[in-house]
């Protein structure tokens, strides 16, 4: 988007979602294709306790979930050497588990329709580098709701002129707000964790919607609201929607007796 166009604020709501574990259930995914990752390795000689090394990949995964040398991590805790025919295994049979196993929840495809229907923008925003998080909405079968400019991710790259928060903070929603040349007051931010999808964009202004799926679904939660479905966050918005027609009435109204006080 230009700077020209940037510079006025526009009014209609915006809704931004987060992808994982908001859209699919991105935890469920990774402990399938983990194991199965693991039963790989073990086939191909990694002689351990299977159980034993997918808690061990756990710990591995949570302390750096960017790195991409987590199974040679993991070979190394066992005190295995480095060896290629057993991670690449493994990375195969992760990689196989997403033609089975991503798929978006259930009414997922449904709320999208339901913005496009409503002409309510939708813009994603989430952890990862594009070019995954854009696999992952391609594989979803969600692709076709956003172009190129509607996916917002941390962690992409860095260039000389400017940094990407690494994580979904104040910083980084106050870039994605502006980009969108929209005032956080107009957007609804709908997520599954409350550091990264409900507090900064809450103490920016915005609309915050706890979907209460998944791992953080017992989270405590600050959010405007808590859901267990789109079909409840599509009446949020509705009624946002409502809201928002009800104040530019109000504001034409008054233009309106003014001008008239002024003519009279
Ligand atoms: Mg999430």
């Known amino acids: 988007m230009s700077a020209v166009k940037e510079k006025k604020k526009k009014r209609g709501l915006v809704v931004l979602l987060d992808l994982d574990g908001t859209l699919h259930d991105s935890h469920g995914f990774w402990i399938a294709a983990s ?35 987590h199974y040679n991590d993991l070979l190394r805790s066992f005190g295995f050497p480095e060896d290629p025919k057993i ?7 992760f990689h196989r588990t997403k033609e089975k196993k991503l798929r978006p929840y ?27 998080q854009w696999d992952k909405l391609h594989r979803l079968g969600l692709s076709r709701f956003f172009n190129k400019g509607d996916v917002f991710c941390t962690g992409a790259r860095t260039t000389a002129s400017e940094e990407i928060p690494r994580e979904k903070n104040v910083v980084f929603y106050r870039r994605v707000f ?24 809450k103490s920016l202004g915005a609309t915050t919607v706890k979907v209460l799926r998944g791992k953080y679904a017992g989270e405590k939660t600050a959010a405007d609201h808590a859901v ?37």
């Open 87 to 93: 991670i690449s295994a493994g990375i195969r049979a």
């Open 178 to 201: 502006a980009a969108l040349g929209v005032n956080p007051s107009n957007a609804i931010v709908v997520g599954d964790r409350e550091e990264s999808d409900v507090a900064p964009p």
């Open 106 to 132: 259930r009414d997922v495809a449904w709320f999208l329709e339901f913005l496009k229907k409503k002409q309510i923008p939708a813009r994603i925003v989430t952890d990862g580098l594009p070019v995954k």
């Open 35 to 69: 194991r199965n990752a693991i039963k790989a390795m073990v086939e191909n000689g990694f002689s351990v306790d299977e159980e034993k090394a997918f808690k061990r990949l756990k710990g591995i995964y949570s302390k750096n979930p960017y790195s991409n040398r």
């Open 228 to 264: 267990n479905s789109f079909k409840q966050v599509s009446r949020i918005i509705k009624k946002e929607a409502v809201k928002r027609a009800g104040i530019e009435w109000g504001k034409k109204l008054k233009e309106l007796e003014k001008s008239l006080r002024l003519g009279g």
